[in-house]
């Protein structure tokens, strides 16, 4: 069965205290890994695509990397504004027309100043 | 670019009535737009995929009668909660997937609150 584990479930950080987040996956064929951060109260704002075990994208303080079986969200030297909660979401590669995505349950991320 | 709006933001609603929720794409064309459901402190739940000018495609266990779901547009699909009661309360969420390429783009969301 396809599945997204999304570990740790909550973590808290100093300010400019770098760390990582994990998505592992059980997928059969992954098309695509995303990462969202979702803010309390709102909709998820889209961070990354990756589509093939090795890539790595940025933006700002946070990179994202893929391998075969997980992912990881690195954030370097975060910020409070970093606070959010982050979702990972995978799509199979016989998803149909539709797409639809698979969801974690996220990471809640609190960075203290 | 890859705006997703979604009105209104929040509603408050008496038990038995009918509530419906608009989503646009305003700056790309969106064949496919879904419509999930999340709970506090829960992951996104997808309730529907609503592809334009066809039936929306409903997830295992979500009422069909109840979540009535329109995509007659390139850029707007609506969800109308049918008879809702306080048990449909929620934050609804839309995402719309733009022709060109495969990412969803989310809307702010909309909390209904049945009373």
């Known amino acids: 069965e396809d599945q997204v584990t999304q570990s740790p479930e909550a973590l808290r950080l100093q300010e400019g205290e770098s760390s990582s987040l994990n998505c592992s996956y059980t997928?059969?064929?992954?098309?695509?890994l995303f990462w969202y951060r979702q803010d309390p109260g709102k909709g998820p704002e889209f961070l990354f695509t990756?589509?093939?075990?090795?890539e790595e994208k940025e933006k700002e303080r946070l990179k994202a990397t893929l391998t075969k079986k997980e992912s990881f969200l690195h954030i370097t030297a975060p910020k409070p504004e970093d606070s959010a909660t982050y979702l990972c979401?995978?799509?199979?590669?016989?998803?149909?027309?539709?797409?639809?995505?698979?969801w974690g349950l996220g990471t809640s991320l609190a960075v203290n100043p | 670019g890859a705006v997703v709006s979604q009105h209104p933001s929040w509603v408050i609603c008496k038990s038995g009535t009918s509530v419906k929720i608009e989503c646009r794409s305003l700056?790309?064309?969106?064949?496919?737009m879904f419509w999930y459901r999340q709970f506090p402190k829960q992951s996104l739940m997808l309730m529907a995929t609503?592809?334009?000018?066809?039936?929306?495609?409903?997830e295992q266990g979500v009422e069909k009668d109840k979540f009535l779901i329109n995509h007659a547009s390139l850029t707007l699909s609506t969800l109308t909660v049918t008879s809702a009661h306080p048990e449909d309360s929620s934050f609804y969420i839309c995402?719309?997937?733009?022709?060109?390429?495969?990412?969803?783009?989310f809307g702010p969301g909309t909390r209904l609150t049945v009373l």
């Open positions: 995402s719309a997937r733009r022709d060109v390429g495969n990412e969803q783009f």
């Open positions: 700056d790309f064309q969106a064949t496919t």
């Open positions: 609503s592809n334009e000018g066809s039936k929306a495609t409903y």
């Open positions: 997928v059969s064929g992954l098309r695509g």
């Open positions: 990756l589509y093939s075990a090795g």
């Open positions: 979401a995978v799509q199979r590669v016989n998803a149909g027309n539709n797409r639809k995505l698979i």
